[in-house]
């Protein structure tokens, strides 16, 4: 059961309430986001239940809910049953139009991320990206330019209009993205890392959240819940591929998540062909698969030299073959009523 | 290691080959086709090797190939890098038409398999489906109506032109089905039972292969080499979602299959999102990821009364939104140059 | 819900049952076993519910059972919540002792096989295994040496007086298996083969039922009813390991379904360590761990040069070192109070 | 490539190091630890053959290694082949005795805790676990009672003379556990986390590293060998079930991990069978299985009123069935020539 206070509640009002939530045995866990405070009240059911009308009677609070599904705030229910929209700068993503995030899996040089930059804009992407802290499997692997990477990012976005999206992975890169960047993302392997999830939603900066490749749709929605609870709803959810036994393909691309993410939720969601499927071959047939399943966007990796790249060359295109690939999206999006 | 005897090669010669096999330390498994006759040449890979060029000089052999990747006819590079085209009747599946196979999941009455068949057909499905013998996970579900059901497929067949398709699980229901049936299908759950294919591959009767729940993409493509090396090689691939770990989806499913069966096998490659879902609200955006991804076609379950179904209600269309689908698809179709 | 027949009813009596279900708008299965029929009745809960009592006031009706799980017959309720004991000739599966089943994936030669037999009978093996048709991914591998495998299992046991398991995997098979062997192995991949259940269900012969590798453990549990309500209870349940993301092992042993299995169901349970991990150095290890997890019994394979092995050579124990694990099973099985 | 420097080598001499390495067109990652440096030479395999003399031949070089498995440090080859030894306080974990780990999931209150901790030490156990920071998928679940919990802990540990072991999520979690605690525990959800992972391994603590429930085997390791770059070699791996289809329990604990870890790497492996199975009634087993396959020790949940946990009570013991499972894992260690 969640109270909603009211966004003017006092302090007195609120300690009313957990209050009377623990002299009922209960626990309460308040939340104080930046929109708004909830306090989640956790015990035994037929006690809540008895509580319920009380609570709602109380001064400063605006709704007591039950929930069904453990999620509330991302439920496409608390938002009307409309899709949300979010802003990175000017462009809004979960809107009428299929956004592209294009550029290189990691910022390797100035010269590689402007040449990628413009080649992608050309072909129609909105949104650059590219890796400053990489999130690699093994400690020897390259882990990315750091700050260096950032500035090189924030030149190419004022050299090309394009907003920026880039990861991180704890407190001091987050600090240092969101001064740099106009999109935060929150990697695969970070997806239940719970203090991050605070963080960024305190941050209130957009928010590109990636499902980690064991967890369930549910899980995804409680990690964006994570967010939200702390008052941040500029999230964008990313399929990017789960875990199976199949092993032609790196992960096995889950686009049912896509009209499922988009029927229990009101937040856009976006496809990650390349690590998805590892293989850039298969990069653009399943881009044209994710737009027909409805999704709100796609991320792309582009690397004018792939066989070069620092890591996960194999699975980035060329600019020539990102180009033909926004042409064959192009025709997709009109037929389901879209635009690129 | 493969050797590819002539098509007119004698008796002698092919007891030539054996021997020489034999008398190398080797193991010859010979396997007659209907087209062609091919010897496996199991054992060390060195002495293999050394008894290549001998076997190529000898009479009645049309070639040697070593065989990289295990499986061999059904393979791209067989087939001279071109599609394969599979007639059922007066319908290809493979060629330049997106081939919609639609129908109940279980045959129930003649009403109901009538009534879906003239509203299946007048929405665009080329082939009708229908279940008579049922795979059942439980010995006291419904079983099929087994040849009374196979019967009122064949005069719904007469009513509307629509060629058959429906599952065999062993030899006895194998010829039932090849006496009344165009095309028979082999169960995600038989997909590794090879007395039947076998069986089914010296049928020689068009097959819609679906692929196992755990099977990866290369076991599937040798369950299909099981049937082409009898020499059947009208063989339709059917991608219908893998177990995974996700449960809000009956399966997942992996529609990168798609591009990838293609790019390895000239073989016709279709999708069931009804079984891939199990949930009929996903069914038309998956038809159409399907379509956008590569797919020949669709396996799609329609039943008059989803909710009085016998077997799989919640994941049949109504006719309604069967032809509500077929319009969306017709979109998607034409966006990758290709009609319904 | 299903009717179970008192074992004496008449065919007037059941036909009466059958009547009373169709009234009702019901459907009714009737399996027909070697040691009773029972009825399954399927449709509506709330109609089944209320002919419930009607029909258990019926002549020739012993019994009316709700069935909240799936399976019936194979759950331990059933047995009045005792274990049952499979006899294979003279050895028991499922009472205080561990019963291991040993020898070669692949009967080669009579010579391979006498030795293999003589050295785990020394070593305490109770039960002689060898593959006679074998189910093989590819078409061009090894395929078994057929019923000459079976005359010389045959033979073996003559010499040893070891009883002899052995997998078949259609009819035809199965037929000769019977007369051969003491005891029919239904394998992976047919774990959901129903003719071939049914089949062998018929048959009455002991079963050693392979879980298949994306099996849940109810599935398995069902696929057992099925010979089971055949009139076949002479069944013992096999873990082999399941598919999952990690590839160091062939499969993913389950050894948590012993204590589930030995849970929900009578039936004995016995572990394939070799199948399970697909290296011969893990099996010693996993063959202690199955031990103390509780099963019944192991299925281990020997072979006197595993890398000369015509199948599964990597997977194989010595003579030598199956002897080693047999003494430390023994220490094992005095931990958890059995013997091996 | 990696380039071990010795001990005592000066600045100039790594430096030195890194400018032959760019020179030759490579990339060199310099990591610090408390022990050693290292240096991984990151680039085109073949330049870095040719540089692997000169490099060794350097000045402040220990040694440059080739690394075939991507893991290094924490292989069983860099140990000499000998199992490593982790103490926390007084206690050996990898050494001849089987360590358990027992406590409550939370610690809810003083009470509980030392009600818990004298049952738990007089059953056998010699370390204390007891959640303070609660990784919870949903953000309305119990997020535990933080520095609170430590406190308690730590009189706890005053009380009863265990060591206490205890889960941090981040830096200013991880400050804490330091200070109050024996053990850092990484939860599995944060086994991918390198930054915490990087941190861990500079504050030079004892280590309870859990795998992921998607980690393969070989990542896991990685994930330790981010650690031990970090020069803290104290590290206990933990396998605690693995995300599969089965939903009959909550993991699959893949017991089999448990003598791969051991072969691969020289670090000491333990089981947790209570997250792994998800329900009490199997723990037992499962723990037997545990110790007879190798383990190092257990890590077991313990509650003396499981049903009032304020999480994960159904995996909880309660002291009773603690000391019942103690008695029985007594008998196996024997059978494998240990002490519990």
């Known amino acids: 059961m969640i109270v909603v206070m009211s966004p003017r509640h006092t302090r007195a009002e609120r300690e009313g309430v957990v209050r009377k939530v623990e002299e009922a045995g209960l626990r309460a866990q308040v939340t104080e986001g930046v929109e708004r405070t909830v306090i989640g009240v956790i015990g035994d059911s037929h006690t809540k239940e008895l509580l319920r009308e009380g609570l709602e009677a109380m001064a400063g609070v605006e709704s007591v809910v039950r929930i069904l599904q453990p999620y509330k705030l991302v439920s496409r229910e608390f ?38 930059a413009r080649a992608v804009k050309l072909a129609g992407a909105q949104l650059l990206r590219g890796g400053a802290f990489k999130p690699r499997t093994s400690p020897y692997s390259f882990q990315g330019l750091e700050e260096d990477a950032l500035k090189i990012l924030a030149e190419v976005r004022e050299a090309t209009g ?20 106009d999109m935060v993302q929150i990697g695969a392997r970070n997806m239940q890392n719970y203090t991050l999830l605070r963080d960024v939603g305190r941050a209130g900066h957009p928010v590109l959240l990636k499902r980690g490749p064991s967890a369930t749709v549910e899980e995804l929605l409680l990690a964006a819940e994570y967010i939200m ?12 591929g789960i875990r199976t036994f199949e092993t032609y393909t790196r992960y096995t691309l889950d686009l049912t998540a896509v009209p499922v993410l988009k029927r229990l939720s009101h937040l856009p969601v976006i496809v990650d062909p390349c690590h998805g499927t590892g293989k850039w071959k298969l990069v653009t047939p399943m881009a044209r698969a994710a737009v027909a399943a409805g999704a709100d966007g796609l991320l792309v990796e582009v690397h004018p030299e792939p066989d070069r790249a620092l890591s996960d060359g194999p699975q980035q295109l060329t600019p020539q073959n990102f180009a033909v690939m926004m042409q064959e999206l192009d025709a997709i999006a009109l037929a389901v009523g879209r635009r690129v």
């Open 229 to 240: 609870a702390e008052g941040n709803s500029n999230i964008v959810l990313c399929e990017r």
């Open 162 to 181: 394009l907003p920026i999206v880039t990861e991180a992975m704890d407190a001091r890169q987050l600090e240092l993205v969101v001064k740099y960047a």
């Open 79 to 116: 938002h009307g049953g409309r899709d949300s929209t979010v802003w990175v700068r000017n462009v809004a993503i979960g809107g009428g139009r299929v956004v592209v995030i294009a550029g290189p899996c990691s910022v390797e040089s100035p010269r590689q991320v402007i040449e990628t």
